[in-house]
T-cell receptor, first 117, second 111 residues
Framework: GEEVAQTPKHLVRGEGQKAKLYCAPI?????VFWYQQVLKNEFKFLISFQNENVFDETGMPKERFSAKCLPNSPCSLEIQATKLEDSAVYFC???????????????FGSGTRLTVV | KNEVEQSPQNLTAQEGEFITINCSYSVGISALHWLQQHPGGGIVSLFMLSSGKKKHGRLIATINIQEKHSSLHITASHPRDSAVYIC?????????????FGTGTLLAVQP
C-alpha cells in the first residue's frame, strides 16, 4: 500500500509491563525508521533498518528496547519492563532511494501513542 | 544549542496572509525536510530539498546551503494550514539516514 501502517494507535501499559508496537512500511521501501516524540516537538531517533538489517541503532536504549524487521512481517519495536518515561508517541517512517536520484522523501506512519501508568 | 533551530516558535496569522517560517542548522547536511504535524498527530512530509527551491500548490520551500538556512512560505494562508511545521535535516545519505528535528513552529491561521 501507499501508507505506512502503524498499530495499535493507542497502547496503555502498567509500569513494568511489556509493550510491542508494529509498523508495516510502504511496499518497496527498503528503509524503516523509528522515532520517539516525547514532548510536544521533541523527536528522538531510535533505530533504522535497511530491509531486515539494522542500519543505525545509535539512538536505542539497549537495556529495554529492541526492534526487528523480518521478511514478510511488519517491523516491530518492543519495550520490556516499561517505565513512566517511555510514555510518548512512537512514529515509524519508511523511505526508498530511487535509481539516479540521491534523495527520496520519507513517509511517516500515524504513530502509536504509548501511555505507561 | 540545538543543531536545528526554527523561528518563530509560534505564529498567528489572518486568513489570506503570506507566511514565512525559518530554519537554520549548524551541521553539514545532505537534505532538509519540511514536515507538517496536525493536532491529531499525523506527520506529513511536505518537501525534501538539497538545493534551490521547490513549490507545491501554495507552499514554497527554499534552501541556501552556504548560509545553512531554509524557509517555508505559505501563500494565501487558510485556517486548514493551522498545524505544527517542523524542519528536519539528514546529515548524510539523504533518505537513508536518520533525521535531526527542529523544535517546530506552531501556526494558527484565523478566519
Amino acid at each position: 500500500g501507499e501508507e505506512v501502517a502503524q498499530t495499535p494507535k493507542h497502547l496503555v501499559r502498567g509500569e513494568g509491563q511489556k509493550a510491542k508496537l508494529y509498523c508495516a512500511p510502504i511496499k518497496g521501501h527498503s528503509y524503516v525508521f523509528w522515532y520517539q516524540q516525547v514532548l510536544k516537538n521533541e523527536f528522538k531517533f531510535l533505530i533504522s533498518f535497511q530491509n531486515e538489517n539494522v542500519f543505525d541503532e545509535t539512538g536505542m536504549p539497549k537495556e529495554r528496547f529492541s526492534a526487528k524487521c523480518l521478511p514478510n512481517s511488519p517491523c516491530s519495536l518492543e519495550i520490556q519492563a516499561t517505565k513512566l518515561e517511555d510514555s510518548a508517541v512512537y512514529f515509524c517512517a519508511s523511505s526508498q532511494v530511487l535509481r539516479g536520484e540521491a534523495n527520496y522523501g520519507y513517509t511517516f506512519g500515524s504513530g502509536t501513542r504509548l501511555t505507561v501508568v | 544549542k540545538n543543531e536545528v533551530e526554527q523561528s518563530p516558535q509560534n505564529l498567528t496569522a489572518q486568513e489570506g496572509e503570506f507566511i514565512t517560517i525559518n530554519c537554520s542548522y549548524s551541521v553539514g547536511i545532505s537534505a532538509l525536510h519540511w514536515l507538517q504535524q496536525h493536532p491529531g498527530g499525523g506527520i506529513v512530509s511536505l518537501f525534501m530539498l538539497s538545493s534551490g527551491k521547490k513549490k507545491h500548490g501554495r507552499l514554497i520551500a527554499t534552501i541556501n546551503i552556504q548560509e545553512k538556512h531554509s524557509s517555508l512560505h505559505i501563500t494565501a494562508s487558510h485556517p486548514r494550514d493551522s498545524a505544527v511545521y517542523i524542519c528536519a535535516v539528514s546529515d548524510y545519505g539523504g533518505a537513508t539516514n536518520k533525521l535531526i528535528f527542529g523544535t517546530g513552529t506552531l501556526l494558527a491561521v484565523q478566519p
